[in-house]
């Protein structure tokens, strides 16, 4: 299981770092959108991690998902981490320095897809858990993932969904 998860690392942080330039490369096709970085905001870049480690997740579940305990609770989980600790540790460093900088961001990046993982893979190896909670912790996964694309057409005017460089908001800013 150890190496499934470490081969979950590069292939979300490969995978996350296409899709940093993916809607570009794209001529900005709307659909792609969804799942690849429409701008420079906070936003936008937690869709990096997220939906490389989905797909993983689905490429993972039919080698691992009936062998391992809490296979969903564990992908939720790991999942969820990944935008939880870029969020934090984006806003706790660039509140310290007051501006953000691209090597930070960029391990940030990587220890988020890191964290992720190694919090799927120490649920994997935990005892098993209630049966009705990995039926529910996917649905995080779901509604995670429908933010995602509904604040990447329709973003609300907060910060964290401000561009950095153009100031606007989603597809449009």
């Not at 990447?152 to 561009?163: G, M, N, Q, S, V």
Request: proline share 6%; charged share 10%.
């Amino acid at each position: 299981m150890l190496t499934w998860e470490i081969c979950g690392m590069l292939f979300i942080i490969v995978l996350g770092s296409l899709l940093h330039f993916a809607f570009e490369w794209s001529g900005r096709w709307l659909p792609l959108g969804a799942v690849a970085a429409v701008n420079e905001s906070v936003w936008e870049h937690l869709k990096l991690g997220f939906w490389p480690a989905l797909l993983y997740a689905i490429i993972e579940h039919p080698w691992l998902g009936r062998a391992p305990n809490n296979f969903s609770v564990a992908k939720s989980a790991g999942i969820c981490v990944i935008p939880a600790v870029i969020v934090g540790l984006f806003y706790s460093y660039t509140a310290v320095l007051g501006e953000h900088l691209l090597a930070a961001d960029i391990a940030i990046f990587v220890v988020a897809v890191v964290a992720g993982q190694l919090v799927s893979y120490r649920l994997l190896r935990a005892a098993p858990l209630p049966r009705r909670l990995n039926l529910l912790a996917p649905v995080a996964v779901v509604l995670l993932g429908i933010a995602f694309v509904l604040f990447t057409y329709h973003p609300p005017a907060l910060p964290i969904f401000r561009d950095s460089l153009t100031g606007g908001y989603g597809v449009g800013g």
